[in-house]
């Protein structure tokens, strides 16, 4: 199978992937930060969700779990993750429209109505301009009082964290697109990128740096 080069591997490395579950659940108290977000997205019937870099589909599959009725989109450029997240899906019987690419102006237009739009893990992996792009693009796609819901490494506030992220993170995704969220800049962004009443609900300490939950919304 042919595979992009222009992003981040799930694990840093293609070879990697298939121990990507596993590494999530083992280094970074998964079960902690995935059910802080879901309780944080809250999900409703009504709602039609973008889960922007799903990868092996761990969060869309939660979110399915909590309430089968909504619909899910799960976007990813990595086929490969894909292909897994569709038989973890296909497994439990959950139906999710998985899509294979980035967040393109196509994409934005294709998927509109979108209530929530929700990413865990991904920004940390992108180029400073990418996570521009994307949130304006997340701006974009979503109803006006729709909201953004992101999990990912935040502000390392202490020496320690800043330790582990150091060796953990920044030793698989290298320092260049990871720094910026380790120095804190994901809020600052989703303001410039015209989202409103952006907070940091959550930051939790893990093995490999400290995850934050972002939240904000669409006015
Ligand atoms: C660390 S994994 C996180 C996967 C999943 N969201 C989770 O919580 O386990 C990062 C994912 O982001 C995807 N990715 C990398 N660059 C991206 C981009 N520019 N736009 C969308 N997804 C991207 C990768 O293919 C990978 O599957």
Redesign the pocket.
Known sequence: MTVDTE????LGDHRLTPFYDLA?ALLTREGVWRRRLVTQIAPTSSDRILD?????G??AILLKQRTPDIDIIG????PV?LARARRKAYKRGFTIDWRNG??SDDIVEQSRPISKVV????FH??PLE?KQQ?LAKMHALLEPGGSLHIADYGLQRSKLMRILFRRTVQAIDGIEDTQANADGVLPELMETAGFADVTETQIIPTLTGSISLYWAQRL
Do not use: K
């Open positions: 992003f981040t591997p799930a999530i922007v870099g799903c990868g092996t761990s969060l976007l990813d450029p990595d993750v980035f967040l990413s865990s893990l991904v992996q992108t990418e994307m």
